[in-house]
Structure formats: C-alpha cells, structure tokens
C-alpha cells in the first residue's frame, strides 16, 4: 500500500511540474481526503497552493482538516480573505478550534478577523474549555429535536438543518435545553405513524460526559458502549455539543503514541518523525537519558561497595548482566501489562491487592522455571564446556537463588509503580521500562552480593 502511495505522490508531483492540472484534477476526485493530505506532505512547497486550487470546494475542507499544520500554516498565509473565508465556512467549528490551537498568533489572527460571527462565538465556546477535555474536542453542530415534535417534523428538521451538522444520523432530544433522550434515522424512518411525538420512541438511557471529562475516558467510553456519537452536557446537563467516533479514533492516537514514547524513555512530540529535526529528537531524548545516567549511578555505588567480594570470587562477574537483564525483562513485562489494563479501565488502585498477589504468584511459576533452567546452564555449559573451574555449585546455588528472588522483585515493582502514579494523578507510563529496570538493578546487585558474602563466606 505504501509503495502504490509513493507511486501516486511522485506521478502527480510530476503532472504537476508539466501542468496538467486537468489530468490531476480527474485524479485527485477519485481520492479520499486522508490520502489527498498524503501527497501534500510530499509536494514542494510552491507546489502545495496549486494543488489545493485543484479541489473542489468541500473536498478541500476535508483535505484541509487532515494535512500537517506547516502545510495548514503555508496555505493560509497565501489565501486571501475570501479563499480563507470559503474555507473556514466548510469546516466545523471543532475543527477551526483545533486549527487556531496548532497556530501562530499571526496566523490565529488572520483566521478569527475572517471567520463570520458564528464561527468565532463557537469556537471562543470551545476553547474556553480546559486542553484535553471532552469540551475541547466536542463539535457544536449537532441535530437538536423537541420531545413533542412529531416524526414528520423531526425528519423535516433534519433535511432543513442536516447540511450544517456533523452528523444526521443521530439526534438528540432536549427541553429548555436539558439533554432527554437520542433518535436515530432509522428510529424515525421506521416508525408506524408519523404523528406519533417522537418522545414516544426516543432512547432516554443514553451515555453522555461532561465538558471537564478527561477526553482519554470519552475515548474509552466509545469502546465500552459502541456509540457513533457521545452528547456532552455542562453541570446542569444542558446539551452543549457532541464527541464523534473519528475524534475519538484520533485521541486514541494520540495517547498510544504519547504512552510509547514515555515508556521508551523519551518526552512526548507534537510532530511525526519525518517532520522531527534532528534537534527536536535530541530535546524529546536527552533530559530522560541524563536522568537514567544519573539514576544508574545507584548501582555502580553498589558494585563499588562489594569490590572486595568481586576480587574474592571474580565468576560473580559474569553473571551481573543476566541477572540485570532479566530483572529488568520481568519489570518490564509487568508494568506493560497493568500500564495496560489501567488504560483500559479494567483496574484501578484499589485493585492493588489481587494485582500483586497474581503477579507475585506468577514471579514465582517464572522465577522457579528460570533457575532450574540457568543451574543446568552454568553447570553443563559454563563449568564443563567452557571449564571455568571458578563456577562451583555454591556459585550457581547463589545465582540461582538470586535470579528467583529478582524476578519477584521485578514483578512486584511493575506492578505496583504504575497503580502509584496513576493514584498520584500521574501518568502511569512514566513508571515504565526505564524506571522500573533502574530499581530492579540495584535491588539485583543488592540480592546477589548479600546472598553470596552469606553463602561463600566472603
């Protein structure tokens, strides 16, 4: 898919460059807005304005919506009043609010003097809302109905107000502007009498968030109840806009992109990778790796601390990195999993207890087989394939023990970190694989050291 992709970006930039503008065109209306927003990101820039003037009027709305904003930044800049106008008049209000929210003051200025009064009123009603909150991505043109408008008024409504909504499909019921209840079209459609209010068919169970909700719980609230759309209403549950799926899908995104990088060790970026500099990968990179340098200085102060023990029984040294390794290989696994399942909603802190005990009993299962498995391998390949003399029974009794006992530590912090930070109100992928292997190494070395002065009599 990629190369046909590449195939297309490179045919059109070149029909481009002979300007056969008609060809284009015939080509570009047979596309979807996403893959359109594609071969803008690989078009030079003085080739960008020609090839938007190419789309037809609401196509290049939907375009618009989905390129990068340095290409957004350079279109608006050479847009005219009316261009602009013509433009902002096919987005949603949502949309612009995201638009003015990506950038600079220059440039917000030129959009908000364009933008008609509706517009500005709708998105100034957006932005107000706290960044990351159900209020901040909700769309203000929704289907409003009246519980004792008739089926036939309803569907007349909606073929007079449709053309201005983000969705049709689903409308909602309010009074004095208090959310009732939902209809969909098919409800309408499908209904015996058209004189029948449509209170009597409405759905007034219905799911709805708040403006302040975290968008991360609107998000998940799509999966659980498999909803096209989610009301959001203020405190005195007043309708004030709608969350669509594609919003969703996008946060969604988002965040699964945001938790990577912070459990790769590394601070979350506002760009792809193409359009990262060099620079930009250093600022996101370097702060978590000084931090982690600084943080390992823990466990050299440790192997400092057992030189003598080292000298003494220098086969210990060769055992550290497996050990460090798998300690950290165990963190990790379980802090993934509960920095999972904590994103799913399917526990939170005081669920503290059973999460422990089932990692604690799956420490042991992992802890036991690993050993067993290491005593055969430090005996069968260190001791007699390789006839490392050094390595006696003592010294895979010692490690052995040590690898059982760390990887009931690993499991235990990775488990038990992430739970913290998520009930300190932190993000609990902070509490990932770098952090966690950190602590494991020098609970590790701790054990190994401690274990063999006791057990070598060092």
């Known amino acids: ?94 949309d612009v609010a995201d638009l003015i929210e990506e950038m ?101 169970n219905i799911a709805a968030v708040t403006t302040l909700n975290d968008q991360e719980e609107v998000a998940a609230l799509f999966n659980e109840y498999d909803l096209p759309v989610i009301p959001v209403v203020d405190r005195e549950n ?10 969703a899908m996008e946060i969604m995104e988002e965040e699964a992109t945001e938790d990577m990088e912070i459990m790769g060790g590394m601070s979350p970026s506002e760009k792809n990778y193409i359009r990262s500099s060099v620079f930009d990968l250093f600022r996101q990179r370097i702060p978590w790796l000084m931090l982690l340098m600084i943080s390992a200085t823990f466990t050299g102060m440790i192997i400092t601390g057992f030189e003598t023990a080292l000298a003494a029984q220098v086969a210990l040294t060769a055992f550290i990195p497996m050990l460090m390794d798998t300690g950290g290989n165990s963190g990790s696994q379980s802090s993934v999993t509960v920095i999972r399942a904590i994103s799913l909603g399917e526990i ?60 009931f530590l690993a499991k235990s912090v990775g488990a038990v970190l992430p739970l913290a930070a998520s009930r300190m109100g932190f993000d609990p992928a902070v509490m990932s694989s770098p952090f966690i292997t950190t602590i494991v190494d020098a609970l590790s070395l701790l054990v190994y050291f401690e274990t063999a002065k006791i057990l070598l009599r060092l």
């Open 104 to 204: 600079p003051a220059n440039v917000v200025k030129k959009i908000l003097d364009t933008a008609g009064s509706d517009m500005r009123r709708s998105v100034n009603e957006l932005l107000k809302y706290p960044d990351n909150s159900a209020g901040s991505i909700m769309t203000t043109e929704f289907i409003r109905l009246a519980p004792d408008m008739s089926i036939s008024e309803c569907i007349s409504s909606i073929r007079n107000s449709g053309v201005n909504s983000d969705t049709i499909y689903t409308c909602f019921i309010t009074e004095n502007g208090v959310l009732k209840g939902r209809v969909t079209v098919k409800d309408l459609l499908l209904a015996a009498d058209d004189d029948l209010p449509v209170r009597n068919i409405m759905d007034s």
């Open 348 to 407: 939170k802190f005081s669920d503290l207890p059973m999460v422990l005990w089932k990692e604690l009993r799956t420490a042991v299962l992992c802890g036991a087989s690993l050993s067993v498995v290491c005593f055969f391998k430090i005996i069968l390949i260190d001791r007699m394939l390789l006839g490392n003399d050094g390595i006696t029974l003592t010294v895979a009794a010692v490690v052995c023990f040590t690898l059982i006992i760390t990887v």
């Open 1 to 94: 898919m990629r190369n046909q992709n590449i195939i297309m970006e490179r045919a059109i930039a070149r029909l481009l460059e002979e300007r056969k503008y008609l060809v284009v065109k015939d080509i570009l209306i047979t596309m979807l807005p996403g893959e359109i927003a594609g071969i803008f990101r690989a078009l030079k820039s003085e080739q960008i304005p020609v090839l938007f003037r190419l789309l037809p009027k609401e196509l290049a709305a939907k375009t618009f919506v989905k390129m990068d904003p340095e290409e957004k930044e350079l279109l608006i800049h050479g847009f005219s009043d009316s261009s602009l106008r013509e433009v902002l008049d096919e987005l949603y209000a949502d």
């Open 238 to 247: 007043r309708l004030v806009g709608v969350v669509m799926f594609d919003d």
